[in-house]
């Protein structure tokens, strides 16, 4: 599983990129989609540093980080449909995408509590 959601978190990153690439960017975006950028990457960074930790308590933070990170996303997200609704069925598929990715690592990060 856990080389599932290392493909899946890498792919959603992708993802965002290639969404980016479509977008106008303005004075009223130009913020938005660097923050994007930031905090849909920041996730699959996480995630995989997360994979390589030396102790629970460093994998439970770096997940937390990871799931902060997709919340944030789902903001920002948000905020970018605002600019350009052009693009608006594909930046729900990822803004739900997201949120999937939030509640599984929700639920790792509760697994991972239970053991220690």
Known sequence: MKYQLEERVGKFAENIIDLIKKVRINITN????EQLIRSATSIGANYFEAN?????KDFINKIAISKKEAIETQYWLR???KTDNNLKEEIIKLWDEAKQIGMILS???????KTV
Do not use: A, E
């Open 30 to 33: 130009k913020n938005i989609i």
């Open 52 to 56: 390589g930790s030396s102790s629970k």
């Open 79 to 81: 905020m970018l449909n």
């Open 107 to 113: 639920k790792i990060i509760s697994n991972v509590r």
